[in-house]
Nanobody, 115 residues
Framework: QLQASGGGLVQPGGSLRLSCAAF????????VVWFRQAPGQERELVAAISRSGDPTYYADSVKGRFTISRDHAKSAVYLQMDSLKREDTALYSCASKQGPVYRYWGQGTQVTVSS
């Protein structure tokens, strides 16, 4: 299973780092994707990272502010979120992907950006 963590309450302009850890398997074999969903809105793909760590993908809404990375030794993927905006408030979740198939999903971690 996957476990997402690191969410919380942060002021606009602040930073958070989310973690996605694998238990019972290694993430090395998977592309890992971060999604987010705000209340009343559709789920949005935020960022993705390939098995090797390159290439990466970012949604236009987070490009230049968020950075996705992975640590193979820890079987973990991180999402560094800087210059957070109120519109980044959402439930963030991670998923592992092989080809077109999402094989594992983590439970979400809430990010709230508010003053």
């Amino acid at each position: 299973q996957l476990q997402a963590s690191g969410g919380g309450l942060v002021q606009p302009g602040g930073s958070l780092r989310l973690s996605c850890a694998a238990f019972g398997f290694t993430l090395d074999d998977y592309t890992v994707v971060w999604f987010r969903q705000a209340p009343g809105q559709e789920r949005e793909l935020v960022a993705a990272i390939s098995r090797s760590g390159d290439p990466t993908y970012y949604a236009d809404s987070v490009k230049g502010r968020f950075t996705i990375s992975r640590d193979h030794a820890k079987s973990a993927v991180y999402l560094q979120m800087d210059s957070l905006k109120r519109e980044d408030t959402a439930l963030y979740s991670c998923a592992s992907k092989q080809g077109p198939v999402y094989r594992y999903w983590g439970q979400g971690t809430q990010v709230t950006v508010s003053s």
